[in-house]
Structures are given as structure tokens and as C-alpha cells.
């Protein structure tokens, strides 16, 4: 793609921050970072569950308060023992902010930053994050692996069979909520039962009146029954979710390359070519969109466009 005639830049949805791309290339201010963005956003459900399930960078002892709750997670690779306590806790937080720890990609010493949790002593954030933190290439990972970002041939169909599933519904130009079991990767690696929830929307006319609370609510309510320890969601609005309990567990980065100072500093063997061809021709996952003045590659996540 950085030899696509005419085309001055290509962006990048959802680049992968360990890519070793800028380390390749003669200048890597060529590769530019154009922000950030929320990418899943996570809900433990079952909190002493989702403690216990996955696994940790060391093994050791922190003992938390979520939500007025006070348990000790005595941690190892392999995942950890909870067990409720009544000692003076090492973090006080609510289930947003675990939401937000649990993957390993947003650090405990961060949130005291943001003012956003409490420490109960000196030093403790920094021993929780000892546990949890992980390779922030792994947590984007798992972001994709647990949310299905790339969509390809079936998507359709998939939406039909998700809308058939039970769940809460307002009807009076309220809200729809849907849920689908999966499993989301922890570190470890572990594999936790989840439901991913989407198309939440309130009708302007039937908002303030507490309908999305009571339907994420039930929908809460349903997921705990039915055994899931957690539940996901990527937020079209940043500022509605964490009063339900969730938090930003991954970010998504947008790069911007400039294709006329992208040059490759290292051998690399031969990528293949680029070639039109009509839709009709490509293959299952090949060419995801053309449009005038503009082409989108093979994989659907790089995009060039002339200048």
C-alpha cells in the first residue's frame, strides 16, 4: 500500500501499538499517529468470578474493595483464589474501573492519577499493577479476538440469528438491547464466558426516563443467571457506560502514513502486488469496498486516498 500510485497517505484503523512498521522505515515520524479512541469496554459481572479466572504476571497477594466489597485475590499465572475479607484493603475502586484492569492494558497507577480509585497505602497501586499489567499487544488483541471488529461474509446473517435471541426490548420507540454468549481471552491465557451487548438507543422523545438504566439493568440481571462472568460493549457515546459498571479495557489507535517519506530502512521480501478487479471476481475477505478517488485494501483496514 505505501507504493500505491497516487496516493499521498494511507490510514490505519485500529493499529496495532507493538506494530514494528515505524522501526522499519527511514523516518518514522512518516507514521503519525492521529488519536485514540475507546475500543472495548468491559463490565464484570461476577466479580470474585472474574478475578479468579484469569491469570496473572506474578504471583502474589492484593486485597481490593469493589464497590464497598472487600475481597483477597492471592494471584499466580494460573489465575488466583478470592475470598471475601474485612481487612483495611490496598485499593478501593468500583466495577468500572476493574472492568478497566482486568485485561492487563490500563495500569492501577494511572487511575490514582485520574483520581479515579484510592490506595490504602503507599505503593499499592503500583503492586497491583505488578499482577495485572500485561503486553499492551496482547490486551489489543484479545480486544479484536473478543468483540469480532472485522466483519466478513455472513455478518448479515449473524445480525438475523442475534436478533432472535432473548432479551429486554422497550417498545414504544424505546430502547433495543442485544446479548450473545462468547468467551473473552484474560491473561494467563484464560478464557471467561461473556455477553457482548449493542444497538443500545433510547428514542429522543423517551429519554430521562430511566429506560436504558432499567433495561441494562435486566439485561444484567439475565446475563448473571444464565452464568457469564462478564459483559462487553463498544460505546458509540464515551460518557454513558461507566455508570453501569463498565470500563475502557483497549484503545484503538488511527495512524496516518505519508507514503512520500515512508521509506523501507530494512530487506523485506516481496508483499505481492495490487490490482483492480471487479467485485464480482474477489474473494471471500478481499475487497471490502471502491468508491471514486479512493480504494480500501485487502484486509478492509487500510485506506488510500489521493491528494
Known sequence: MLALDLAAT????????????????????????LYERDGLWLCPLDVAGALAGRGYAASGRVVLDVDGTTVAVDATPEGAE?????????????????????????RATTLIRARRVAEGHPGAAAAVDRLFVVDPADVLARSERGFGMHHG??????????????????????QVVGSHPFE??????????AVGITWVSVA???????????????????????????ATLTASEAGIYRRFGYGVASVRPTVRIDTRAA???????????????????????????????RCQAVDGRARGRRR
Open 10 to 33: 494511507v490510514s490505519i484503523d485500529q493499529f496495532d501499538v507493538a506494530d514494528a512498521l515505524p522501526w522499519q522505515l527511514t523516518d518514522a515520524r512518516a507514521v503519525d499517529v
Open 82 to 106: 478470592v475470598t471475601p475479607l474485612s481487612d483495611r484493603p490496598d485499593l478501593v475502586l468500583g466495577r468500572s474501573e476493574l472492568g478497566s484492569l482486568l485485561p492487563g492494558g490500563v
Open 263 to 293: 521509506r523501507f530502512d530494512v530487506d523485506l521480501a516481496d508483499p505481492g502486488s495490487c490490482r483492480y478487479i471487479a467485485l464480482a471476481d474477489a474473494a471471500p475477505g478481499h475487497v471490502v469496498a471502491a468508491r471514486p478517488r
Open 204 to 230: 429522543a422523545s423517551h429519554r430521562r426516563r430511566g429506560l436504558a438504566a432499567e433495561l441494562m439493568a435486566r439485561t444484567h440481571d439475565s446475563a448473571r443467571e444464565a452464568g457469564p462472568l462478564l
Open 153 to 174: 461474509d455472513g455478518t448479515a446473517e449473524a445480525l438475523a440469528d442475534a436478533a432472535a435471541l432473548d432479551g429486554w426490548v422497550a417498545v414504544d420507540r424505546g
Open 184 to 193: 473473552v481471552t484474560m491473561p494467563g491465557p484464560r478464557r471467561l464466558a
